[in-house]
């Protein structure tokens, strides 16, 4: 049976980079749900449609976009990789207690992933970092317009080494914003790990202040790749 793994952790914790390591090695698919709500949002058609434009206007200034809105699209792309058979990566979705477990009239993302996957199927890993490595991190890097692939501004490069896109800083990273994205994550995201361990799952926690490829290898080790 295909498995699920979700990778959490303060921004600029590297969730995306070992996110598509496991892709690159493993065949995972990487659901990179901030990724993708920045294109519905971005898209030419939200300036027609009033709730992508509300989402917008939230995603823009580092709020965490509607809840209600974000496990709809969460959900019905996990239902679609649980189906065709492949194994899954999230790169810190779902990012509050509403999306991860709904309410007494909506089933949270983690009931989907339990029903479709299994719940021994699905495993998550808590990324530490200090809040100076994150502003750090984000505020000097740059994301390829083409495949999203990150890169350090100290770099200087103008296209993606992967793809040949444009390089371009996101909206969400700038000093400012990445502080108040901090916020959101202790104070919505981070609850999610207390209330998971309630449930039962394992969590493993893995220091993210090291060079990508060595974290890679203590993901790989907590879950038992290669």
Not at 33 to 60: C, Q, T, W
Not at 122 to 136: H, K, M, R, Y
Request: glycine share 8%.
């Amino acid at each position: 049976m295909s498995r699920v793994v979700i990778l959490y952790g303060p921004p600029g914790s590297g969730k995306g980079t070992q996110a598509e390591l496991l892709v690159r090695k493993y065949d995972f698919i990487h659901f990179d749900s901030g990724r993708y709500i920045e294109s519905l949002v971005h898209s030419k058609e939200a300036a027609k449609d009033p709730i992508l434009m509300r989402e917008r206007k939230n995603f823009d200034t580092g709020i965490l976009c509607t809840p209600e809105w974000v496990l709809k699209v969460t959900r019905d792309e996990a239902i679609r990789v649980a189906k065709s058979g492949f194994n899954l990566v999230f790169s810190g979705a779902p990012r509050t207690l509403f999306e991860a477990f709904g309410d007494h009239k909506t089933k949270g993302l983690f009931d989907s992933l339990e029903k479709h996957f299994g719940k021994e199927n699905v495993s998550i890993i808590l990324f530490t970092a200090g809040e100076n490595v994150s502003i750090f991190r984000n505020s000097n890097r740059k994301v390829c317009s083409v495949c999203g692939l990150p890169l350090l501004e100290s770099a200087r490069a103008s296209h993606c080494g992967l793809c040949g896109g444009s390089m371009r800083t996101r909206t969400l990273d700038k000093p400012e914003i990445i502080k108040d994205r901090l916020v959101q994550y202790r104070t919505r995201t981070f609850p999610i790990i207390k209330e998971l361990k309630k449930r039962g799952y394992q969590i493993k926690t893995i220091k993210a202040e090291k060079l990508p490829f060595e974290i890679f290898k203590s993901v790989e080790r907590n879950l038992k790749l290669g």
